[in-house]
């Protein structure tokens, strides 16, 4: 009994043929994002995305090759249809963006970071009574006492 691995499972792909390509999936470079494990198989099929739909039955065809497999437990394959990304404005060489301030009467803007990477964990309810009282409780905060708005 042959060894389920990756190459099997490709050699089985390749009796599946793309209808309007005329050639074996493989070949075709369409079979990408394997996964064997304990029996259980994973790969996704990639198309053009005007094609998608139509594709069912080829993604129906494969799996039922890869099952055919003695070993194979399960099979899942998806079909996946990216489309090529818009290409990135090309800024023209000497010709800078138009710099709109951000906020107008602000010269500079300096973000600020800790570099702690999250929140803090603190201790316990049950040490606070036997050290000192809670890290706020030691803190005093000043709030405004003018009820005009802060903010215009």
Do not use: Y
Not at 4 to 13: G, M, P, S, V, Y
Not at 79 to 86: D, K, M, N, V
Not at 100 to 111: F, K, N, T
């Amino acid at each position: 009994m042959p060894q389920l691995n990756e190459a099997a499972i490709l050699e089985a792909l390749k009796s599946v043929r793309d209808p309007d390509r005329g050639a074996d999936i493989v070949s075709l470079g369409m079979i990408s994002g394997l996964v064997l494990k304990q029996g259980n198989v994973g790969f996704s099929i990639e198309v053009a995305p005007e094609r998608g739909q139509a594709l069912e039955p080829l993604r129906k065809a494969a799996e039922r090759a890869v099952a055919a497999l003695p070993g194979v437990l399960s099979v899942t394959a998806v079909l996946t249809a990216h489309s090529e990304p818009a290409p990135e404005p090309v800024a023209q060489p000497g010709r800078q963006a138009p710099q709109q301030p951000l906020m107008p009467g602000v010269a500079h803007i300096v973000a600020v970071a800790s570099g702690k990477g999250g929140v803090a964990s603190r201790p316990p309810r049950s040490t606070w009574r036997s050290r000192s009282p809670p890290p706020a409780a030691r803190w005093a905060f000043s709030m405004p006492t003018s009820t005009a708005p802060l903010c215009r």
